[in-house]
Nanobody
Framework: QVALVESGGGLVQPGGSLRLSCAAS????????MGWYRQAPGKQRELVAI???????IYADSVKGRFTISRDNAKNTVQLQMNSLKPEDTAVYYC????????WGQGTQVTVSS
């Protein structure tokens, strides 16, 4: 079993930045993928960004050029730097990891509003 704990969410004005962090309870070296999904009210959970152990990174089209995912194997963390935030980025952001099974964090709220 893998526990994932997110931090870094909050309220930010449009155009602002936030940095989310996800700490894993075990070494992430053995994780096939780590990344972030989000779910806005009334909508399905959607992919934001994923990084694979081989180095492949995938971003949703809606965040390309604004969000950057990074993985620190030494600290067992994965971060999501979010710049130029828009109101439509408002959602609960979930950290996820796969190693045979898929694991989810509890989620952290990101609200983009003036």
């Amino acid at each position: 079993q893998v526990a994932l704990v997110e931090s870094g969410g909050g309220l930010v004005q449009p155009g602002g930045s936030l940095r989310l962090s996800c700490a894993a309870s075990t070494t992430i070296v053995r994780m096939n993928t780590m990344g972030w999904y989000r779910q806005a009210p009334g909508k399905q959970r959607e992919l934001v960004a994923i990084t694979a152990s081989g180095g492949t990174i995938i971003y949703a089209d809606s965040v390309k050029g604004r969000f950057t995912i990074s993985r620190d194997n030494a600290k067992n963390t994965v971060q999501l730097q979010m710049n130029s935030l828009k109101p439509e980025d408002t959602a609960v952001y979930y950290c996820t990891a796969t190693a045979g099974n898929r694991y989810w964090g509890q989620g952290t709220q990101v609200t983009v509003s003036s």
